[in-house]
Nanobody, 119 residues
Framework: VQLQASGGGLVQAGGSLRLSCAAS????????MGWYRQAPGKQRELVAA???????DYADSVKGRFTISRDNAGNTLTLQMNNVKPEDTAVYYC??????????????WGQGTLVTVSS
């Protein structure tokens, strides 16, 4: 499995950004995909996750502002970020788990894309 994240950059507070993750080599149908982020000096945290059923889950800090989606083939994962805040500044990673978000036997990470929000 290979994951290639893109779309990061510099954006002003209140603006929007769209992250994409191109996935290849996924041969298992039951999977969970998600976006995680890691700010300097902090642990990596979940931003949003989406199951193969398209059910979604969001961190409280991004609810109502971010939207996660995936195409039917599961090859592209997207994170639409609206009304961004300086505290959203982090390296964002896409993730795929074989299984569901809590019970899985393998997971894969993209290389990360940096999002910087200026105040």
């Amino acid at each position: 499995v290979q994951l290639q994240a893109s779309g990061g950059g510099l954006v002003q507070a209140g603006g929007s950004l769209r992250l994409s993750c191109a996935a290849s080599g996924i041969t298992f149908s039951i999977n969970s995909m998600g976006w995680y982020r890691q700010a300097p000096g902090k642990q990596r945290e979940l931003v949003a996750a989406i199951a193969e059923s398209s059910s979604t889950d969001y961190a409280d800090s991004v609810k109502g502002r971010f939207t996660i989606s995936r195409d039917n083939a599961g090859n592209t994962l997207t994170l639409q970020m609206n009304n961004v805040k300086p505290e959203d500044t982090a390296v964002y990673y896409c993730n795929v788990r074989r299984g569901n978000r809590w019970y899985y036997d393998r997971q894969y990470w993209g290389q990360g894309t940096l999002v910087t929000v200026s105040s």
